[in-house]
């Protein structure tokens, strides 16, 4: 699994139909944008981690300015958007190759299982429309990005 956390002031996602007209989907305030991509060796077990390491992941700084609280200890949001092209493979040529990202039925579920384990963890999390074309808009704090893998 891959994730690319991004701290954020704010974010909103729309899903862009073929005549390139948005529909909004979520907005959130203040807290985190997760692109997150499933591998196919990844499990329930795998997606559960990465909830829970997000969940707790310290990027939220304290009255003294230190990243010391993570997004539940600032009731922040999480924006989830599932992103199969983190699994990219750019090294030959210069096309990206795409089949280090998991099979479309396999993303989905592990995909919608993190963004249940996040929930469970406590944290208040949107989504995007899986396999949709979407713009995603974000405002970036800090910058302060965070990038996960399981290998």
């Not at 310290?58 to 009731?75: A, C, H, P, W, Y």
């Not at 493979?89 to 592990?110: I, Q, Y």
């Not at 396999?131 to 405002?139: D, E, N, P, Y």
């Amino acid at each position: 699994m891959r994730a690319l956390l991004q701290r954020v002031t704010e974010a909103e996602v729309s899903v862009v139909d073929d005549t390139g007209a948005e529909a909004p989907l979520a907005a959130i305030g203040p807290g985190l944008v997760v692109l997150i991509c499933a591998e196919p060796a990844d499990t329930e077990e795998t997606a559960q981690y990465f909830a829970r390491k997000v969940a707790n992941m310290r990027m939220f700084e304290d009255v003294d300015g230190k990243t010391n609280l993570s997004i539940q200890d600032v009731g922040g949001e999480a924006l989830v958007i599932s992103q199969f092209t983190l699994a990219a493979d750019w090294k030959k040529g210069n096309r990206p190759g795409f089949s280090g990202a998991a099979d479309p039925a396999t993303a989905e579920r592990l995909y919608l299982a993190f963004v249940d384990y996040l929930k469970t963890e406590g944290v208040e999390a949107a989504t995007g429309q899986f396999r949709s074309h979407m713009r995603v808009r974000l405002a970036n704090d800090g910058p302060f990005t965070i990038w996960m893998d399981s290998d």
